[in-house]
């Protein structure tokens, strides 16, 4: 009895532990922001390896988005007679919805889970501890550019998914299933708001860069230096970020759409 | 990794990212279309707007003019008074122009249809329309069905 009461004690504050440890690192993050203006080199790797690897698996996904959405809105819409609304249900779901999400999972799944795993394997290799024993601050040089690149390429990387999945859903819809051209963009361009709908999407797409990399970053940064700990931090990324992102997701339309 | 194509490949990326916004906001929003603050505004009075929104077009013949800027209710004549805001090429209107609320198609969305009338004066911004037609309510418009036909029935 009081051993599962200091195992729920014991849970309980490790957890908020955790908590506590992953609000400071992104304090020394945010503080450490404004130094690397300085070392724009830094920040550029990063964006290399964090958005331009990961182009490729967006654009590809995107477009296959695109083409599904297309097909299974035109497949429904038909029925009513409406399939001159195609644009529209492509467009609203990609901007809204899909392209924030569904790149903040990916993103989580390529550059997340990578960039946990980097952290975490020069945490076991001590390289990190070898930074500050040369005075070198690791959260400046290692951790703050690999955030700020997650921060920027995000809202880039799920512009570029709903750009190419609407593109995808025409191809689908007008070459293929005979929607008229004209109205797939004319109802798309009635439809869509700038401010309601874009923007907001690049809201909702910003906040994920922000969750994606601090997950990250943090599992990595927090993992037991070990070859297990490190396979069990990356997997908690991947699972933790997609977890963060829905819930979030779920809030956020709440704020935005709810009216 | 040569420093080269890291550099080229970012420069790609946020290229990319940036045509990929910049075609959200052009091609698939109403960016294009909008009109922004110009133009003037006249108003008009219904007794039922239906299902009428901020921002529905306004038409005459068919060829958009402007959009609605806001609906309000008038406590004192006991109506819906609507704003329309009209593209400033669009400035001669004869005064007895008559508004009607119409909708697309069965179940399209509802728009405002200027009908120019004949006189020689033109409306100028903050002019009300005397002449207006409500939008059509279904229920109404079953109800007055039935009961034509009932009338019709009990004649013969």
Redo the contacts between chains.
């Keep these: 009895m009081l051993d599962a009461l200091q195992h729920l004690g014991r849970a309980t504050l490790d957890f908020f532990e955790r908590l506590g440890r992953g609000h400071l690192l992104l304090l020394q993050m945010l503080a450490k922001l404004p130094g690397l203006l300085l070392r724009p080199g830094l920040v550029?790797?990063q964006?290399?390896s964090v958005?331009?690897l990961t182009?490729v698996i967006i654009l590809v996904s995107g477009i296959f988005v695109g083409m599904v959405l297309g097909l299974q809105g035109y497949n429904t819409l038909v029925d009513f007679g409406?399939e001159d609304s195609l644009g529209v249900v492509v467009?609203l779901s990609l901007?809204r919805e899909l392209g924030p999400v569904v790149s903040a999972l990916l993103f989580a799944g390529r550059a997340g889970s990578a960039l946990t795993a980097e952290i975490g394997l020069m945490k076991a290799t001590e390289q990190l501890s070898g930074m500050e024993m040369m005075a070198v601050d690791p959260v400046q040089r290692v951790i703050a550019p690999r955030f700020l690149a997650a921060f920027l390429?995000m809202?880039?990387?799920a512009?570029?998914f709903?750009?190419?999945g609407?593109y995808g859903g025409y191809l689908v819809g007008v070459p293929l299933l005979g929607v008229d051209d004209g109205a797939f963009?004319g109802q798309?361009?009635?439809a869509?708001?700038?401010h309601d709908?874009?923007y907001n999407g690049?809201i909702k797409s910003i906040v994920f860069g922000f969750v994606a990399g601090w997950i990250a970053l943090f599992e990595g940064y927090d993992a037991t230096p070990t070859a297990a700990g490190v396979s069990r931090a990356t997997t908690r990324t991947v699972v933790h970020t997609a977890l963060a992102v829905l819930g979030l997701d779920f809030v956020l339309t709440a704020l935005m759409f709810g009216d | 990794m040569n420093s080269r194509t890291v550099e080229i490949g970012v420069g790609l990326f946020v290229a990319l990212g940036i045509a990929a916004l910049f075609m959200l906001a052009m091609q698939a929003s109403n960016l294009s279309t909008m009109t922004g603050g110009d133009g003037y505004i006249i108003t008009a009075g219904f007794e039922n707007v239906g299902g009428l929104k901020e921002r529905s077009a306004v038409t005459v013949s068919g060829v958009r003019v402007g959009r609605v800027e806001s609906i309000d209710y008038d406590h004192t004549s006991f109506e819906a008074v609507v704003s329309l805001r009209i593209d400033a090429q669009h400035d001669s209107f004869p005064v007895d122009t008559s508004a009607s609320i119409y909708t697309s198609g069965l179940l399209g969305e509802q728009y405002v249809a200027l009908e120019p009338g004949g006189s020689l004066e033109n409306l100028v911004a903050g002019d009300r329309l005397q002449l207006t037609q409500s939008a059509l309510v279904m229920e109404q418009v079953i109800g007055q069905f039935l009961y034509s036909t009932a009338a019709g029935k009990s004649e013969q």
């Design positions: 550029l790797v964006l290399y958005g331009v182009l409406a467009a901007v390429s809202p880039l990387l512009a570029i709903s750009a190419v609407i963009w798309m361009q009635g869509v708001d700038l709908d874009i690049v």
